[in-house]
């Protein structure tokens, strides 16, 4: 049999990792449009710094798909304690998650959350969306002070038009924890992310690459490579691209489903749908400043909406090689949408938007405390999990479906998928592609 995979991230090449072993295979052909490979699980080198598309850290509730991902790694891993705090104003850093030390909050905003929490009106109510969920989780209190704020930040749209699907794996904290908290008592929630792997040099890519070195001479990976179309021809694919036609016995995409229906039937009821699969975009700025700012800590969200960026990660708490003396230096995430006035935005105006952001939280005085800088734009960043998102998303696959292709990753399965269930994903794939053939 010859496959061919669109698409070269790490749900792509881990999928030609997992399906290599298989005796019936005899090809596997993946398909890539850039002229490099990775998709977001890529690093870019400034001075002696990697870093990646929004810090990439390494964690999994499935501890089979974790030991997989340690082992490709060897040793080129640190183990790290989650130190992460939401800037909450200039004077008060709270830890993350924010209910586990609201004794932080300043005393009128403290009592509102807990008291809405403990007293909580939405504590009954049927949840359709984001916000009906956290209302009823958190209260009305930490919805307000934090949730709402960050969120519509990250989402750029309300959350009463985002759907569950992504929150409802958060557990309601305990009674006793939140009141804990409120009176400084140390909780920790969220403990499967209380501690997270991270390659000890080069950045997230090196996860990638060592998944890539694995595969064998089965694999034949071409880049630069333009899709113009896929034919199914009596149980056969047949794809013309840019650097020939291929013909194979089965398809897997890892490629944005929105896009799929240009190179497959080009319907009007197709398209329709896949132009409702909604996403963000994002823009990432790395920023060198002179001395050492932000504490011991990682990630710092920026809830407040007069501030660009909604998340700002030290990377000097991975590692020495992350790290450059009496220098801090910074990763900034931005999500924007299409069209919008971020979207629009130059770099220029960016920079100059993220100055006025650290200038507000003390992080800079000036421009010149700035000692390098860098900043990259990817299209796909986050799938929105919209009222209708299911519906269309499920309309598509079980069409596709229909006609034998199959569909994996972030964007080949239009879900919050981090890379540890991309993988995940890729090794069930492999497993169901053995099960079939028996
Ligand atoms: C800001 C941010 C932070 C994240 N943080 C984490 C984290 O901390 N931990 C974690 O585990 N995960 C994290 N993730 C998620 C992680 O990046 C993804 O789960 C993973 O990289 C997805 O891999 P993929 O192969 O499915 O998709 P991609 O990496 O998007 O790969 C798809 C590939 O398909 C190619 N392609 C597209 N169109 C075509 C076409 N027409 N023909 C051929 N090829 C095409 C693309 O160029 C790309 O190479 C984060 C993601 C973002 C955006």
Redesign the pocket.
């Known amino acids: 049999m010859k496959i061919v995979i669109?698409?070269?991230?790490?749900?792509?090449?881990?999928l030609a990792k997992f399906l290599q072993k298989r005796k019936e295979i005899n090809e596997i052909i993946i398909?890539?449009?850039?002229s490099?490979?990775?998709?977001?699980?890529?690093s870019f080198k400034i001075k002696k710094i990697f870093y990646?598309?929004?810090?990439?850290?390494?964690?999994?509730k499935n501890k089979n798909i974790l030991n997989v991902i340690l082992k490709i790694l060897g040793k080129n891993k640190n183990k790290i304690r989650r130190s992460n705090k939401i800037i909450y104003d200039q004077n008060t850093l709270i830890k993350y998650p924010f209910e586990n030390e609201l004794y932080k909050l300043p005393k009128r905003d403290l009592n509102f959350a807990l008291n809405k929490f403990l007293k909580n009106k939405f504590s009954n109510i049927s949840v359709k969306t984001m916000k009906d969920f956290f209302l009823k989780n958190f209260g009305e209190g930490i919805f307000k002070l934090y949730l709402g704020p960050y969120n519509n930040k990250i989402w750029k749209m309300n959350t009463s038009k985002l759907d569950t699907q992504m929150v409802d794996r958060i557990p309601r904290p305990p009674d006793d924890d939140i009141i804990k908290s409120a009176k400084g008592i140390d909780t920790e929630g969220y403990k499967h992310q209380l501690y997270?792997h991270y390659p000890k040099k080069g950045g997230?890519q090196s996860l990638?690459d060592a998944f890539f070195k694995k595969l064998t001479k089965k694999v034949r990976v071409f880049t630069s490579?333009?899709?113009n179309k896929i034919n199914r021809i009596n149980k056969k694919y047949s794809l013309k691209t840019s650097k020939g036609n291929f013909v194979c016995d089965k398809v897997y995409s890892?490629?944005?489903l929105n896009?799929f229906y240009?190179?497959y039937k080009k319907s009007v009821s197709l398209k329709k749908t896949s132009e409702k699969l909604q996403y963000n975009s994002?823009i990432?700025a790395m920023i060198n400043i002179k001395g050492n700012i932000g504490g011991d800590n990682f990630a710092l969200m920026v809830p407040n909406k007069e501030i660009i960026f909604h998340r700002i990660s030290k990377l000097d708490f991975l590692g020495k090689n992350y790290s450059i003396k009496n220098s801090t230096t910074f990763q900034i995430?931005i999500t924007f949408k299409n069209k919008s006035k971020i979207g629009k935005m130059t770099n220029k105006e960016i920079y100059k938007n993220i100055y006025a952001g650290l200038k507000k939280l003390n992080f800079i005085k000036r421009k010149q405390d700035i000692n390098f800088q860098s900043i990259k734009k990817?299209k796909?960043?986050?799938v929105i999990y919209n009222l209708n998102h299911r519906k269309n998303v499920d309309k598509l696959l079980n069409y596709y479906g229909e006609h034998g292709f199959e569909f994996?990753?972030?964007?080949?399965?239009w879900e919050y998928?981090?890379?540890?269930?991309?993988i995940l994903q890729a090794f069930e794939k492999s497993k169901k592609f053995n099960y079939e053939k028996k």
Not at 6 to 14: K, N, Q, R, T, V
């Open positions: 669109l698409g070269g991230g790490i749900a792509g090449i881990s398909i890539e449009k850039e490099y490979l990775g998709g977001l699980l890529r990646d598309v929004g810090p990439h850290i390494i964690f999994s997270f997230i990638f490579v333009k899709l890892t490629i944005p896009e240009k190179y994002i990432i995430e990817f796909y960043a986050y994996l990753g972030r964007w080949g399965s998928l981090n890379s540890d269930q991309v």
